[in-house]
């Protein structure tokens, strides 16, 4: 099992700055994927960005490229997702999450964080 558990949410205006941040824990052996998601009010949750735990390849879905970058430290066991040139459409609450996948955009997520807010004011 896989715990995760994230840090980082918050309220910030519109063009500001977040950075989230997901502690790893438990039996890793096996996954491959660190994600974040996110999910807004009436909307499904969905990718935001994915990197490879050993390799560090990245992926990020099209509305938030230039403005967001997926990182992470495998000796702290621990990966983030710095939020740039923040807008209201950012706001949702974000999770981290695991996957046992090979493929960095797959959606297919096995373990999941508790999630945290981001608020983005215009």
């Known amino acids: 099992q896989v715990q995760l558990v994230e840090s980082g949410g918050g309220l910030v205006q519109a063009a500001g700055s977040l950075s989230l941040s997901c502690a790893v824990s438990?039996?890793?052996?096996?996954?491959?994927?660190m994600g974040w998601f996110r999910q807004a009010p009436g909307k499904e949750r969905d990718l935001v960005a994915s990197?490879?735990?050993?390799?560090?390849?990245?992926y990020l879905v099209d509305s938030v490229k230039g403005r967001f970058t997926i990182s992470r430290d495998t000796a702290k066991r621990l990966f983030y997702l710095q939020m740039n040139s923040l807008k209201p459409e950012d706001t949702a609450v974000y999770y981290c999450?695991?996957?046992?996948?090979?493929?960095?955009?797959?959606?297919?997520?096995?373990?999941w964080g508790q999630g945290t807010q981001v608020t983005v004011s215009s």
């Open positions: 999450a695991a996957s046992t996948g090979v493929v960095l955009s797959t959606r297919a997520y096995d373990y």
């Open positions: 438990g039996r890793t052996v096996g996954t491959n994927i």
């Open positions: 990197i490879s735990w050993i390799g560090g390849n990245t």
